[in-house]
Each structure stands twice: as C-alpha cells, then as structure tokens.
C-alpha cells in the first residue's frame, strides 16, 4: 500500500508529464492502490483518481470500482468526497454506470451525503440526460425498496428543474416509455408520482398528451374488468386512477369512459362499496368523483343508460313525503332524512348528462315516473328551504374570525350544498325542464385564472434524505386513499348534517 509521500510523489509524475500523461501508467496504478490505505491515503485517493481517470480508458474498470469502494467507506468525510467526485467519472459508455452507482447511494442518511449525491446527479443529467435516465430506470425497475422509492422521488422533484435544452423531446419521449414499463407494478403512492412525473412533461401539455395520459389511468383503473365493490384493493385503485385523471378531463378531453364504469358498473353497488380507509364515506367520495367528471363527457354511447342509472339512484336519496294519518299528523314514527351532500353530487351529474339529452325527464320517462320525481322534488325542495333559512340565520352578521371557527366553517359549507341543489332543483322544475345552470360544486374552490397562468406547483424540495419506509411488502402493499373531499365533509354530519326534517 503506498503511503502519502509516495502518492503525492506520483501525483507529481502524472501532473507534469502534461500531454504525456497516459504513458505513465504505473504512477496511476499507485494511485488506484491507495483506496488499500489509512485515512489520510484515502482522501488522496479519492481526490487523485477522478482527476486523471480520463487518460487512462484501459484502467476505466478498475478505477470507478475503487472511487465506489471510497464511496463506501466508514468515514463519512472520505464519502462524501469520493461522492462529489463521481461526475468526473462519467464519460462515453461510462455514465449509465455511474448514474446507476449514485442511484444507489440515494439511500443514505446522511443529509449532506443525499445533498451530494442529488447534485452530482443533476451534474451528469445535464451531460447525458438518456443516459442518466437509463441509470436511474434500471434501479427503479430492479433496485432495492428504498433506491426504488428514492429514484421516484428524485424525479417527481427534480425534473422540473432542468432546463429546456436537457428536457429535449427525445428525452421527454423515453421518460414516458420507461414509465409505462414501471406503471406495470407500481404503489398507489408510486402512481400517484409517475403521474405528476408524466403531467409536468412539456410534449404531454397537448391536448394529445393529456389523452395519452388519461388512456394511461385507465389502464392502471382496469376499465375492463367487472367492479368488485367488496374488495377494498379494486375500490382503492379506482379511486386513486379517478382522482388521477379528473384534473386531465377538459372539454378537449373527454371523460366519457370513465363516468359509463362509474354509471354501469359503481353506482349500482354504491351501498355494498367496502371502504379501504376507516372512517372515510365512500360512497360520498364516488358521487363528488362521478360529479366532477361530469362536466367533460363527450359522446355517449349508453346516454340514456347512464341517466337512467343516475335517475334510479337519485330516487333513492329523494324520499316521497311521508303519509298523513287522519288527525293531520305523520303515520310514520319519523321524517326520511334528507342527505344533501349526496343529493348535491347526483343532481349535479344528472344535470350535466340531462343537458345531452335534454328530453330525457318527458320523453323517456312515463307519465307516472315523471309525477313521482316531481313529488320528490317538492318535499327535497320544501325541506332545502327550511334548512336554507336556519343556516343563514346561524351566520347572519358574522364576518372575519367568528366564520373561522370549526362549527361555522362546516355550515358556511353546508349552505353552499343546499343553494347549489336549489339553483338545480328550480332548473328540473321548468316546463319544460331546463339545463341551463351553472354552479360551482361546493367542494371547488371558486377562482379567477389569470389567461397564462401556471398552477402553483405543491412540490417542496428539502435539502434532507427522506425517512426510510418500514420494512415490509411494498409494491404489493394497498395504498391508502387521500379524499379529494375538502376538509368538512366529513365534519358535516356533525352539525345535523342529514337531518330529520320534523313536521315539515
């Protein structure tokens, strides 16, 4: 093992001999043996062999395998120099190696260790971008849980970052291929950042791309096969692809297919769905889904199938109004309860299908079923309003932070529901019935979009490894579902939410 003295004293050799560098092979070879060293011939080591690694391509083998060995090393200061010079090794035929080495040492706890690799990542990316990326797949496809999820991570964060000139269109192109190949076996969470890796790519911001996008969702929904409603794995995956897909929906991009499963094959075991998150409303969260999709079906095939269904499930949450004994008073020992919130959702897909087929209520219906939604719709109707005028008078003269409190934010919400189920209620009521309304779903927020405004991206970069995952089955683990609900749906029931409407 050769001391300080001896690999600084060919440290000598190699940096004078200028032009003729490469013929001094065994001065490089004594530097190469210094990874067998103490500490201090380590640090040199680490420092000498990427500085002359360009002049010696027959000992390129050996000299990477010894920078990986410092890479490796107990003392953390000799790693992370080592790490910070691992971009010099990446030249030609070499760099898919070494982006696949730094891919690896992703997995570090070390903060300043993760910063470094991170940088010298984004370093050979700008010198070969295909190349990195090769290294950076081959881990996720093959590598260990922790470099798999680390690998995903690092590109949902730091593509966005790179400029245009190393996102060319090729690249962009093999990113989506080798996602596809990912996107075989993947979490719901790993999904849910392929996704964010896919929409932020520039060639897929056309209305093309996005379609390609939502074909991908739909692949990974498995649009094709039966819905089971008991199993809480198939309910999960078509909740996270849904959610995955609605911001891609446009009036360019259709949401056809995705609202015909929901119609045909969801809505008819609405009740017997089994929730994969405890204490979590499912059949809620379908019906705001199914609402939000609503708005951007193209064609329909099975229109009139579609709002049947609809219709038929909307009855149910549209009780006739309970029958009078004799002396005036109800013979029932209660009042059906009204669940607004449910209401809201199928009213609003009803009426955004209805406006396609705006005859359907008095041409493809009978006089009969006409007569019994009408009735429906009085009692909804008569008993909305009764729950419109106590809410405001709850909030009536209250401003600033009387309305920030939790019980008050619940029924600020709460009106925004029943006026929004008004406003379409008055709508079905014209003769003859009209789709002209339009109402912002209570769960929207209501915003004014600058023309060549960006979305604010939610991403937040931090400078310190992310915690290791407990060990386990991965991949095959369900993921749990993230409500897109809005923070009060599941406070509503709370404030008397579906109420029993007495004695209207």
């Not at 939502?214 to 990974?220: D, F, P, S, W």
């Amino acid at each position: 093992m050769p001391s300080v003295e001896e690999l600084y004293r060919n440290y000598g050799i190699l940096a004078d001999a200028t032009e003729q560098v490469g013929q001094h092979k065994e001065a490089y070879q004594v530097i190469l043996d210094g990874v067998k060293g103490g500490t201090k011939e380590k640090r040199l080591a680490a420092q000498f062999i990427p500085k002359f690694f360009k002049h010696f391509p027959e000992l390129a083998d050996s000299a990477i395998n010894a920078q990986l060995d410092l890479c490796e090393d107990e003392d953390v200061s000799i790693r992370r120099q080592a790490i910070k010079e691992l971009p010099q090794f990446a030249t030609g035929e070499n760099l898919p190696r070494v982006a696949d080495i730094l891919t690896q040492l992703l997995q570090t706890d070390d903060s300043a260790e993760f910063n470094l690799v991170n940088n010298a990542l984004l370093s050979i990316f700008k010198m070969d971008a295909k190349g990195t990326l090769g290294g950076l797949f081959s881990q996720i496809l093959q590598g260990e849980d922790i470099v798999r999820e680390r690998a995903i991570k690092f590109l949902s964060t730091k593509l966005k970052t790179l400029p245009d000139e190393v996102l060319t269109k090729e690249v962009e192109e093999l990113i989506l291929t080798e996602s596809k190949k990912v996107l075989e076996d993947v979490t719901g969470e790993e999904f849910v950042l392929f996704m964010k890796i896919l929409s932020g790519l520039k060639s897929l911001q056309t209305v093309s791309g996005r379609q390609q996008l939502v074909e991908l969702v739909a692949e990974q929904a498995d649009l094709e096969q039966t819905f089971n409603p008991s199993d809480p794995d198939c309910v999960d995956r078509l909740l996270q692809c849904t959610r995955q897909a609605v911001p891609l929906f446009s009036k360019n991009v259709h949401s056809t297919r995705f609202v015909t499963y929901f119609c045909e094959q969801v809505l008819p075991n609405l009740s017997s769905l089994t929730t994969p998150v405890e204490g979590l409303d499912i059949q809620l969260e379908v019906l705001k889904l199914l609402a939000e999709m609503s708005s951007f079906c193209g064609d329909m095939e099975k229109l009139e199938t579609n709002l049947r269904k609809l219709f038929d499930k909307l009855l149910e949450y549209m009780p006739l109004p309970p029958e009078e004994a004799e002396n005036g008073e109800n013979a029932g020992n209660e009042e059906p309860k009204l669940q607004f919130s449910y209401v809201e959702c199928l009213l609003y897909s009803f009426h955004q299908l209805g406006r396609k087929l705006p005859d359907f209520l008095t041409a493809k219906l009978n006089a009969e079923k006409l007569k019994d939604f009408k009735i429906r719709l009085q009692y909804f109707a008569r008993g909305l309003q009764v729950y419109i005028r106590q809410l405001r008078l709850a909030l009536q003269g209250k401003t600033g932070e009387a309305l920030k409190t939790e019980e008050n934010k619940i029924k600020v919400v709460a009106l925004k529901i029943t006026n929004n189920i008004n406003v379409l209620i008055k709508d079905l009521f014209h003769i003859p019935p009209s789709y002209k309304s339009t109402v912002t779903l209570s769960w929207k927020p209501v915003q004014k979009v600058e023309i060549g405004q960006k979305r604010a991206n939610e991403d937040t970069t931090s400078g310190s490894p992310p915690k290791k995952s407990p060990a386990g089955p991965k991949r095959d683990a369900r993921q749990i579902y993230n409500p897109p609900s809005g923070k009060y749906s599941s406070n509503l029931g709370n404030f008397n939410y579906e109420r029993s409407l007495q004695g209207k």
